[in-house]
């Protein structure tokens, strides 16, 4: 969510500014801006939309300066017009940030009441006034930020450029992810190390209530309490070409065919071929002594939650119990200490996980993250890490970050189950063996994407679409219907098969496209029984199955697609291929922006 990039540099900043906000554009946002400081004077570019509204502004008159801090704005308060555009200046301060603060309105009003002006509508614009007011008082700009920062209550990352310091930019964090790179003769701050990409891989991670100034020539960093501190300098590993769609059209679909082989680098991270055993990284406690798994995410990773649910459960045998991050804390769920808080997020950063994380911690819950930035805030705070290998997903829609998940989760439902003395070394290596069919089969899913693509213009004029599911295939159903909501922007919603008939199956009509999820197998049978009461109703039924199951039920069917026929256990990872080429044909078909569909975030940093 949001996107900040600042340069102190030595040679001019604006195109690299725009540059940065580029590789950021993944994010999600709604309108863009750009400042630098030149001959004392701030100045400035915004526009609402897309960059190429920025762009333009920018061939027209681009700023000056070696020094500048640019944004990409997702809306939270005030709508995503220019006004509301970011940086925002007041008087002598220019503020990008990143976030909520949730107590502006008091703020807002205290400056009201002091005589200050408000130009936007935005919470971000009371921070650039407490600063200025404090500048305006006499102090220096670091301490007048420092002073500033212990007021503000939320979720924030910052950056702050001074008209009468021109070798100045100062950053904070809180709860919204800051990223220091380190440069020759200049210094960057960016929301992530793809931002900084170009520039340098010499980065460092600031943590929770850090603030920092950031020179032409000099980095300093400061603790929540002011003092001075040294964070670890990494070699981020991001490079431009990492953010390169290549041949394919779009990011998203170059995304879903790396799919076989980033499942297969996660895939080597936990599997010992040779041996046949599930390995995962070292960690300081007794997984044996695990008598409850408690599981928290957001949006697709929750749904590869719901997926090792039903791996852990049948597997080691463990109790399950799984929440969306934005709820957890707030009913107050009983945890007993020692339990396993298990938490799963692509970027590492989304708020409401964090937070639900922290108050894991609090409940004495071991906690293990699955995440695909080992660097991430939840990366460091884990007492077991487990790192997806998906490389950086620009596509705001999981695709690989998904199924890399679920390579994981599966890994640890197994090594839970030896942990707990419930899985045989014969069924450890037969597990073993399925886990490594699955890169294969994915990529046989992805040979039928020309059948797909005929498929989408069935599916394009619905305006409603139900996907069903049994067992694991239920929420891929779900996550098949979000992938559809996401980028096509077509109502849909999924459900277990069986309990279309209490409620859902009152929607089905000649209108309503049905999409099944049935591999062949124990559940196949009562799957097909609730296909029979769609047609019963006139439903438009695609069936995604193999061919023993398409032979089985595929007549009478709009539409078919046929999968590989793979074991239980892998057919999640290979079942996500065909909803999300069949979201992403559907998309394509009605001209929407797959990439960054509207009012989306890739990394959501407020709650």
Request: with cysteine.
């Amino acid at each position: 969510m949001c996107g900040i990039v600042a340069i102190a540099g030595k040679e001019a900043v604006a195109q690299r500014l725009f540059g940065g906000l580029k590789r950021l554009e993944y994010r999600g946002y709604d309108s863009a801006g750009i400042c630098t400081v030149v001959d004392g004077r701030f100045e400035r570019q915004r526009a609402e939309g897309k960059l190429d509204n920025l762009a333009a502004k920018l061939a027209e008159d681009r700023p000056e300066g070696t020094i500048g801090i640019a944004h990409t704005r997702w809306a939270t308060h005030g709508a995503p017009t220019e006004g509301n555009a970011h940086p925002h200046i007041v008087g002598p301060v220019a503020l990008v940030h990143n976030g909520i603060i949730e107590n502006f309105k008091p703020l807002r009003d205290e400056l009201i009441a002091d005589g200050r002006t408000f130009q936007s509508e935005t919470d971000s614009e009371v921070v650039a006034h407490l600063v200025a007011r404090e500048l305006e008082r006499g102090a220096e700009p670091q301490a007048a930020v420092a002073t500033v920062l212990p007021r503000l209550h939320g979720a924030f990352a910052m950056a702050f450029l001074f008209r009468d310091d021109p070798d100045l930019i100062v950053g904070a964090r809180m709860g919204a992810p800051l990223t220091v790179g380190f440069g020759e003769g200049e210094n960057y701050l960016g929301s992530d190390a793809i931002a900084l990409a170009p520039w340098t891989r010499r980065i460092a991670y600031l943590d929770e209530g850090d603030w920092i100034a950031v020179r032409r020539g000099s980095v300093q960093i400061f603790d929540r309490f002011n003092q001075p501190v040294e964070r670890p300098q990494v070699d981020s590993g991001a490079s431009a070409e990492a953010i390169s769609k290549g041949n394919h059209a779009h990011f998203m679909r170059k995304e879903i065919f790396e799919q076989p082989i980033v499942v297969a680098q996660t895939m080597q991270s936990y599997v010992r071929a040779f041996e046949g055993e599930v390995a995962i990284p070292s960690f300081e406690f007794d997984l044996s002594a695990v008598e409850r798994v408690t599981v928290v995410a957001c949006g697709t990773s929750f749904y590869a939650g719901m997926v090792g649910k039903y791996w852990i459960e049948r597997f080691a045998r463990v109790p399950v119990d799984i929440d969306v991050a934005s709820e957890f804390r707030y009913r107050d769920p009983v945890l007993e200490p020692g339990g396993l808080a298990l938490f799963i997020s692509q970027s590492g950063e989304t708020a409401d996980t964090l937070a639900a994380l922290r108050h894991a911690r609090e409940k004495e819950q071991r906690i293990a993250v699955v995440v695909n930035v080992p660097t991430s805030s939840m990366a460091r705070e884990a007492d077991l890490l487990l790192p997806t290998r998906a490389g950086p997903e620009i596509g705001v829609a999981s695709t690989k970050a998904f199924t890399c998940q679920l390579a994981v989760l599966a890994a640890l439902a197994t090594n839970l189950a030896r942990a707990k003395g419930r899985l045989t070394g014969e069924e450890e290596r037969e597990i073993v063996a399925h886990l490594q069919e699955a890169p294969e089969a994915m990529s046989h899913a992805l040979n039928h994407d020309a059948d797909i693509a005929a498929i989408a213009p069935l599916i394009a004029p619905a305006r409603d679409v139900l996907y069903l599911g049994r067992g694991p295939d239920y929420p891929m159903a779900l996550e098949g219907a979000l992938k559809l909501k996401e980028i096509s922007y077509i109502h849909a919603e999924g459900y277990a098969a069986g309990e279309m008939k209490h409620g859902p199956i009152a929607l089905i009509d000649d209108q309503v496209p049905v999409i099944v999820l049935a591999p062949s197998g124990p559940l196949f049978e009562k799957t097909v029984s609730n296909m029979a009461e769609v047609r019963a109703r006139g439903g438009r039924i695609v069936l995604i199955s193999d061919a023993a199951g398409i032979a089985a039920a595929g007549e009478g069917c709009m539409a078919t697609i046929e999968m590989p026929e793979v074991h239980p256990l892998i057919a999640p990872l290979v079942y996500a291929v065909p909803v999300q080429l069949l979201a992403y044909h559907v998309a394509v078909l009605k001209g929407t922006d797959v990439d960054q569909p509207r009012n989306l975030a890739k990394s959501v940093t407020v709650e």
